[in-house]
């Protein structure tokens, strides 16, 4: 049973316990109502780790190809859709904005061939640091052409890692929970990680999101017309 399944069948005033495992899948739950709120309630350990985790991101099938024309250790391939994230080892790979990839804008090609070290200011702090210090590994998707690139600070061929990715597709993102007009809900004692935003609530009210630990994307929680 997925939580997904569990989302179709729970009423309003009903709870839904959830076992402690990783669930692959994106939750959307229903609305509640007055009085009758409904209730997502995942598994915590003895010293409070969480337990139930939801986890939207797929495995990246696609196989990566070098991209010397980009610069040494870069890595391109062609997903098909355009990934919001890319996850290696439950860590958030940095993401480019999809601006800086795009033909007139060149900035996002020049950090992908950054050799190892780059030397960059840290402004305000007035120090100079190794730029790949502060990034295990870039990434970023070129709108134009579709096709998303890949650079690791140590110049890893991502063909030999096990990395998962959620998808922005026709402009939507993925969420772990996506609340939209689900109102009068509880949720609590969950992990969610690896979407492009953990929670969204979107015209939605009287609802409770509590004991969760958020994780990776842009956002924590995205909040639309409420």
Known sequence: ????QASLVVAPGEAVYVHRGTYYESVIPPTGTVGNIITYMGERGPSGEWLTIIDPTVSIGAVWAAAPEVGTGVYKATLGYNPGTII???QSLARLGNDQLS?????????LAYPNPTVISSGDLDVD???WDLAYAIFGYN????????????NTNPNTLTLRTTA???GVWTFGIDGYAASYLTVRDFEVRGAYASVRIADANHSTYENNNLMHGLHRFYIQGT
Do not use: E, K
């Not at 049973?1 to 997904?4: Q, S």
């Not at 709108?143 to 140590?154: A, P, V």
């Open 1 to 4: 049973l997925t939580i997904a």
């Open 143 to 154: 709108t134009h052409t579709g096709i998303t690139y890949i650079r690791f600070r140590d």
């Open 103 to 111: 033909p007139s804008t060149v900035p996002g090609f020049t950090i």
């Open 88 to 90: 290696y080892s439950n």
């Open 168 to 170: 922005i597709t026709g």
């Open 129 to 131: 640091i190794n730029f």
